[in-house]
């Protein structure tokens, strides 16, 4: 934890404030940071594909599905050509099954008007089902290493650690100003990399400092709740698709007007 023993908080006022504030992110980096396969490659799908996966789902989860995923789909064509409930079929077990819809919608956008190569816009790619700002500045950064300004939920926790000691409800345009400020323009895709490990670290080490951020949201309970129920739906109708309400009540044990509101749900959204 020597990495963890500067000053707090630091201020961003000087080259030698921003010199200390990166000599920690990065001696942390080269300590500690993790090998993970979609950092060992360039290639843009396969970041694409990471990047929908991380989207609120733990790291070690995405672990078991990003490789036979890609296997499965190794491009945009191959996914934009599959069914959405093969596609489903190998998602299933990440949650926020929405994000598969919106994945399999930005690879038919890709592949049909971008020739099957993502996009090295930020404007375009936020444009994109399911990409906000900061999915398209990771996407820029991270698969052509090019300098953009975004935040997540571990970047977040590092500059409110160090930067914001003690502020309370601190609003992330803040914060992306001094994001802004230490970003590592010779090397962003690392940088980002080395960020985010070190918001790793924090959590398992201190107090999430995220509680402090004006974004931050406790999560419900899962037990019990809608999300749960639709995972469970879901689940059953990707193997078994023509099943009735009832015998999807019965599979799932779930009461019949929870199933059928979540029938109901998934239709609009496209999912059957």
Same mark, same amino acid.
């Not at 993502?118 to 398209?136: E, K, M, W, Y």
């Given at each position: 934890?020597?990495?963890?023993?500067?000053?707090?908080?630091?201020? @961003?006022?000087?080259?030698?404030?921003?010199?200390?504030?990166?000599?920690?992110?990065?001696?942390?980096?080269?300590?500690?940071? /993790?090998?993970?396969?979609?950092?060992?490659?360039?290639?843009?799908?396969?970041?694409?594909?990471?990047? !929908?996966?991380?989207?609120?789902?733990?790291?070690?989860?995405?672990?078991?599905?990003?490789?036979?995923? @890609?296997?499965?789909?190794?491009?945009?064509?191959?996914?934009? /050509?599959?069914?959405?409930?093969?596609?489903?079929?190998?998602?299933?077990?990440?949650?926020?099954?929405?994000?598969?819809?919106?994945?399999? /919608?930005?690879?038919? @956008?890709?592949?049909?008007?971008?020739?099957?190569?993502?996009?090295?816009?930020?404007?375009?790619?936020?444009?994109?089902?399911?990409?906000? +700002?900061?999915?398209?500045?990771?996407?820029?950064?991270?698969?052509?290493?090019?300098?953009?300004?975004?935040?997540?939920?571990? @970047?977040?926790?590092? !500059?409110?650690?160090?930067?914001?000691?003690?502020?309370? /409800?601190?609003?992330?345009?803040?914060?992306?100003?001094?994001?802004?400020?230490?970003?590592?323009?010779?090397?962003? +895709?690392?940088?980002?990399?080395?960020?985010?490990?070190?918001?790793?670290?924090?959590?398992?080490?201190?107090?999430?400092?995220?509680?402090?951020?004006?974004?931050?949201?406790?999560?419900?309970?899962?037990?019990?709740?809608?999300?749960?129920?639709?995972?469970?739906?879901?689940?059953?109708?990707?193997?078994?698709?023509?099943?009735?309400?009832?015998?999807?009540?019965?599979?799932?044990?779930?009461?019949?007007? +929870?199933?059928?509101?979540?029938?109901?749900?998934?239709?609009?959204?496209? !999912?059957?």
């Amino acid at each position: 934890m020597n990495s963890l023993q500067c000053e707090l908080p630091l201020a @961003i006022t000087s080259h030698k404030d921003r010199d200390t504030f990166t000599h920690v992110i990065y001696d942390y980096y080269k300590e500690s940071g /993790r090998d993970l396969p979609w950092r060992q490659t360039r290639n843009p799908y396969h970041i694409f594909v990471s990047e !929908f996966m991380l989207q609120q789902t733990q790291v070690e989860r995405v672990l078991k599905k990003y490789g036979h995923f @890609i296997l499965m789909f190794p491009d945009f064509e191959t996914l934009h /050509r599959a069914s959405l409930l093969r596609v489903l079929s190998f998602w299933s077990g990440l949650g926020y099954n929405r994000r598969c819809i919106y994945m399999k /919608r930005c690879a038919q @956008i890709i592949y049909t008007l971008h020739g099957g190569a993502l996009p090295d816009s930020v404007d375009t790619l936020s444009r994109l089902p399911g990409i906000g +700002r900061a999915t398209a500045s990771a996407l820029v950064t991270f698969s052509y290493d090019r300098p953009t300004v975004f935040i997540e939920t571990n @970047i977040r926790r590092v !500059f409110l650690h160090f930067f914001f000691g003690q502020g309370e /409800r601190v609003p992330d345009a803040e914060l992306l100003t001094c994001v802004e400020k230490t970003l590592d323009r010779s090397s962003p +895709r690392i940088w980002y990399y080395a960020l985010m490990d070190y918001g790793t670290m924090l959590k398992k080490f201190r107090e999430n400092p995220n509680i402090r951020s004006k974004s931050y949201k406790k999560q419900p309970p899962f037990e019990g709740s809608n999300r749960q129920v639709r995972g469970k739906v879901l689940k059953v109708l990707v193997a078994e698709p023509h099943l009735s309400e009832n015998e999807i009540a019965l599979r799932t044990k779930t009461q019949s007007h +929870r199933v059928g509101k979540v029938l109901s749900e998934l239709e609009k959204e496209g !999912f059957i």
